[in-house]
């Protein structure tokens, strides 16, 4: 168990809202990271941070920002939903830098009408 | 176009055969990583890979890195219902800071 919780667990919005899903870790990992995942995708990396306020792009980031004003939470925020946007978010984090290993929290099931 | 190809996306089987799952690229990877991800949850780690050759057994589960780090496979001896799920293999390339994923393919083994 690798002490990460993922809220809410599932979501229904509409269409143009802005919504905020929350990454929390109790373990002070310096990196962390969103996915989302869609049926034949796999996970894509959305954004990721190395530390507070230390963010970088990742291959899908269009829609999307991220914050990380403490280390044990990393928030993702779609500024105006849109349908496209319907997935399976996933956060994980890497424990130990110079290896690679992530481990994944239980994911966000997020619907966008 | 995914940097990582798994091959095949579906696989039936019966208990108790044998089933392998590709991971190939034209890129070279650092290390090469597979998870098994069950409905409702998240991607759990099964095992990395890092040099070129490296062979890794986990119980019925054998794992390959190719030689010249590019491509990956997970070998499945005597399959159980239990190893039903979402098989991943995620790549990553250097300084490791960010991990490339596969389609994924999907295992069904029937009782």
């Known amino acids: 168990d690798a002490g990460i919780t993922q809220s809410p667990r599932h979501k229904v919005t509409e269409t143009g809202t802005p919504v905020t899903l929350r990454c929390h870790q109790t373990?002070?990992?310096?990196?962390m990271y969103w996915y989302r995942q869609d049926p034949g995708h796999g996970l894509r990396l959305i954004h990721y941070?190395?530390?507070?306020?230390?963010?970088d792009k990742g291959e899908v980031s269009d829609g999307y920002s991220v914050s990380r004003s403490k280390t044990e939470d990393f928030l993702l925020t779609l500024e105006s939903a849109t349908s496209s946007q319907t997935s399976v978010y996933f956060c994980?984090?890497?424990?130990?830098?110079?290896?690679?290993?992530?481990?994944f929290g239980p994911g966000t099931r997020l619907t966008v009408l | 176009t995914q940097l990582l190809e798994q091959s095949p996306q579906f696989l039936s089987i019966q208990e108790g055969e044998n089933l392998t799952v590709y991971c190939n690229s034209s890129?070279?990877?650092?290390?090469l990583q597979w998870y098994r991800q069950e409905p409702g949850e998240g991607p759990v780690l099964l095992v990395t890979?890092?040099?070129?050759?490296e062979v890794k057994k986990l119980k019925r589960l054998t794992f390959q890195f190719g030689d010249a780090r590019k491509d990956s496979s997970l070998h499945i001896t005597a399959a159980q219902p239990g190893d039903t799920g979402l098989y991943l293999c995620?790549?990553?390339?250097?300084?490791?800071?960010?991990?490339?994923f596969g389609g994924g393919t999907r295992v069904l083994v029937k009782p």
């Open positions: 994980a984090i890497r424990p130990i830098a110079g290896q690679y290993t992530q481990y």
């Open positions: 373990e002070n990992h310096r990196y």
């Open positions: 941070s190395y530390g507070v306020k230390d963010t």
């Open positions: 890129s070279v990877f650092s290390s």
């Open positions: 890979v890092v040099t070129g050759g």
């Open positions: 995620a790549g990553s390339q250097a300084a490791g800071n960010k991990l490339t």
